[in-house]
């Protein structure tokens, strides 16, 4: 019963490095997401996937980059990390599938706590 | 744009007692809305959710009611216990998914 996987747990970065977050889901979901949890933020969506395919920008995409390798996996790059990046990391998938799915669960990962120095 | 909004950072209330927390939205095209529960050091756990065509869902000790006209819905948990004690979110979903700040309850024994 994974569930969702994020690798990795945490990570510290130099500012100007490079790195992609790993997400992969094995519940068949066909929507992923991807979120950044900060102190007095909540939950701020970056990116997502509607489906297998498709991907949009969230509310705070700049300076990240997304891949749908396949229905299974949604990765998160960050080109150039700054230490405005430096935060919480969490992937979500849930079915979606359509407009009668958008009221299912989604299904989160432990986090990525990211540190950019 | 913060089209998802929790304006109260922290709840405390007596165990047994009523706990409400709040949530308000901008946007009147969301189809669903969804509360979660969040544990330090854990991913957010879904609680409840209702449909933009409910005023009302109620699962066990959690009721969501939703006012459209106020673009206002709350989360009622009766009675509360301390394992509740936990940051709440409110969400509101179409094909993406935007969260409040969240709001922190304290049961206290």
């Known amino acids: 019963n994974a569930g969702v996987t994020q690798t990795p747990k945490f990570q510290v970065l130099k500012t100007g490095q490079s790195m992609t977050l790993q997400c992969a889901q094995d519940?068949?979901?066909?929507?992923m997401y991807w979120y950044r949890q900060d102190p007095g933020m909540g939950l701020r969506l970056i990116y997502y996937?509607?489906?297998?395919?498709?991907?949009d920008k969230g509310e705070v995409p700049n300076g990240y980059n997304v891949s749908r390798l396949n229905k299974r996996e949604f990765s998160l790059r960050l080109e150039s990390a700054a230490p405005s990046q430096t935060s919480v990391y969490f992937c979500?998938?849930?079915?979606?599938?359509?407009?009668?799915?958008?009221?299912?669960?989604?299904?989160f990962g432990q986090g990525t706590r990211l540190t950019v120095v | 744009d913060q089209q998802v909004k929790q304006n109260s950072p922290s709840l405390s209330v007596q165990e047994g007692r009523i706990s409400i927390l709040n949530c308000d939205y901008t946007n009147s095209m969301f189809d669903y809305f969804l509360w979660y529960k969040k544990y330090p050091a854990e991913g957010p756990t879904f609680l409840i959710s209702?449909?933009?065509?409910?005023d009302k869902n109620e699962d066990g000790r959690f009721t969501v009611f939703l006012n459209k006209s106020a673009k206002h819905l709350s989360l009622h948990i009766v009675p509360s216990q301390p394992g509740d004690s936990a940051v709440y979110f409110c969400?509101?979903?179409?094909?993406?998914?935007?969260f409040g700040a969240g709001t922190r309850l304290t049961v206290k024994p």
């Open positions: 519940m068949n979901h066909n929507s």
């Open positions: 969400a509101a979903s179409e094909d993406d998914m935007r």
């Open positions: 979500a998938s849930r079915k979606g599938g359509g407009p009668g799915a958008w009221g299912t669960e989604a299904f």
């Open positions: 209702i449909s933009s065509i409910k």
């Open positions: 996937s509607a489906s297998e395919g498709t991907t």
